[in-house]
């Protein structure tokens, strides 16, 4: 079974920055399956979104209320992907979760999430 960490959530002030980082561990075989990545989060109330996507041939999608602040992006290693946070918001307060599997669409896999929290 694919297992997924996340870490480098915390609390900043508005227009600060945060980089959240995911490791996927797992049997040689189920690592190699995985095709996609991305981070999703849910506020306090709301229903989870999709923040950004990365395939592993490196396409990226991304939210329209993240583009520009927020980078996604993969390590030397597939099993490592990264969630760049800058010019954070009020807005970005979530849980923000790593997600992953064979393909867009078909993600059954999920981290723990990390509290990411950004005061105004």
């Known amino acids: 079974q694919v297992r997924l960490v996340e870490s480098g959530g915390g609390l900043v002030h508005t227009g600060g920055s945060l980089r959240l980082s995911c490791i996927a561990s797992?049997?040689?075989?189920?690592?190699?399956?995985?095709?996609?990545m991305g981070w999703y989060r849910q506020a306090p109330g709301k229903e989870r979104e999709m923040v950004a996507t990365i395939t592993r041939a490196g396409t990226t999608n991304y939210a329209d209320s993240v583009k520009d602040r927020l980078t996604i992006s993969k390590g030397t290693s597939q099993n490592i992907m990264f969630l760049q946070m800058n010019s954070l918001k009020p807005e970005d307060t979530a849980v923000y979760y790593c997600?992953?599997?064979?393909?867009?669409?078909?993600?059954?896999?999920w981290g723990q999430g990390t509290q990411v929290t950004v005061s105004s």
């Open positions: 797992g049997s040689i075989n189920e690592l190699a399956a995985i095709n996609a």
């Open positions: 997600n992953a599997g064979l393909r867009l669409g078909t993600m059954p896999y």
